[in-house]
T-cell receptor, first 112, second 113 residues
């Protein structure tokens, strides 16, 4: 069965340091994968998506993610955290019926 | 500006009452979705609709109902049969059911009092 696992429920980094949010998936075929961001009490915004083109995907606000088939991973990174990046981030897998399967989310905390 | 509008932002319901959450989009998207979000969990699909006058149950449809009489509108009714309705509800739309990102509304927080 297809699934997506976000390995950390909370990640805390200092402003100006790198961000790494980890996501692993389970699938028998090459998936479509997405990262969404949600600020408190707001809707979700698409950060980036992977749909079997380039394995390194660049998104908005300086985020990027690399699809690694051998590791079944799609980790989200940013070189330098900003206070405005504090939010919850969701890794999302699209199954063969085009339905979205959501990770449980990772709360990103930015320390001044 | 095109987008999805959910209303109200906050909603309080007495036990035993039905309430309807509004979702309107002006993106000309064919597909629309309702999700429920609880703390510490990913989003769970309640209902989705790929075309007017047609909709399908998602993973947690019990206690909910929807209609899709117009392309722009996909209201969700939380019925008294839903045992634990307090949650954050998100509406989304997409061009079709293909591998594209969804556009989300800003959500409705429903609290049972």
């Amino acid at each position: 069965a297809q699934s997506v696992t976000q390995l950390d429920s909370h990640v805390s980094v200092s402003e100006g340091t790198p961000v790494l949010l980890r996501c692993n998936y389970s699938s028998s075929y090459s998936p479509s994968l997405f990262w969404y961001v949600q600020h408190p009490n707001k809707g979700l915004q698409l950060l980036l998506k992977y749909t079997s083109a380039a394995t390194l995907v660049k998104g908005i606000n300086g985020f990027e993610a690399e699809f690694k088939k051998s590791e079944t991973s799609f980790h989200l990174t940013k070189p330098s955290a900003h206070m405005s990046d504090a939010a919850e981030y969701f890794c999302v897998f699209m199954d063969s019926n085009y339905q979205l399967i959501w990770g449980a989310g990772t709360k990103l905390i930015i320390k001044p | 500006d095109g987008g999805i509008t959910q209303s109200p932002k906050y909603l309080f319901r007495k036990e035993g009452q039905n309430v309807t959450l509004s979702c309107e989009q002006n993106l000309n998207h064919d597909a629309m979705y309702w999700y429920r979000q609880d703390p510490g969990q990913g989003l769970r699909l309640i209902y989705y609709s790929q075309i007017v006058n047609d909709f399908q149950k998602g993973d947690i449809a019990e206690g909910y109902s929807v209609s899709r009489e117009k392309k722009e509108s996909f209201p969700l009714t939380v019925t008294s049969a839903q045992k634990n309705p307090t949650a954050f509800y998100l509406c989304a739309s997409s061009i079709d059911s293909g591998p594209y990102g969804y556009t989300f509304g800003s959500g409705t927080r429903l609290t049972v009092v």
